[in-house]
């Protein structure tokens, strides 16, 4: 079942436009439009004051090193695996920035994907990948994984790593975090500006299945080459790397 996606008008307006016109991509969630490019300002990088917020905020440090390295390349696209957040596309729409959405835990979640071999349930990842992702190679400059791999099975999580890297052009930067211990539920991060975070829990309760100690984040992305890792006060490490 498709969920219908509501976003605020002002991004909805041309964009549904085009969308009835043509599915130019497959994804559920594709988001794009033209955007002229805002000097980094505190008016038109984040829209919304601390003290108006509902959750918890946090700084961040890896935000604007991913901006600066991203909107430097020639129309750059950016894939973000997280939980759908409108005013997030908004943002780095500010930027020049198009994003595409596929809320990768949610398709994780299915039950569609679960079959049983040998009396054992096991989660079927080649009918996931051919359902879902279906982008063609070399169409990303970043991706954004928010702390989505934790949530994955490790075996899956490599697996997800290889195929979505594909779709990754040489150059390209991934943001990532990976909790340094259990957490209790899911979060999405909702951007505030580029040194805040909102962390909005999320309805669905998942645990992380994998806590991942530095060198095997290394390990899990092989061919990148590791650009920032910062470790958080609030057990949050913060990663990005480059495709070789």
Known sequence: MVRRLFLPQRILGPLSCRLKMKNLF????????????????????????????????????????????????????????????????EYFLNFGIKVYMEDVLAAYAKPQYSVLIDDKLTFDAEKFFAENLRYMDGHFDGLICWDILDYLDAKFARNFVAQISAKMKPGSLVLGFFHTHKVAGSTKYRLINESTLEHVPLERRMEPKKIYPSREINQLFPGYQSQKFYLLKHNLLEVMLRKS
């Not at 594709?30 to 490019?37: G, L, P, Q």
């Not at 509902?54 to 020639?74: A, E, H, L, N, Q």
């Open 26 to 89: 497959p994804s559920r969630y594709s988001f794009w439009k033209k955007s002229v490019v805002q000097p980094r300002t505190p008016d038109n990088a984040g829209s919304k004051t601390l003290s108006s917020l509902r959750y918890p905020t946090f700084p961040t440090k890896i935000i604007k090193d991913f901006i600066d390295g991203i909107s430097k390349k020639t129309d750059p696209v950016v894939l973000d695996i997280g939980a759908v957040t409108g005013s997030n596309i």
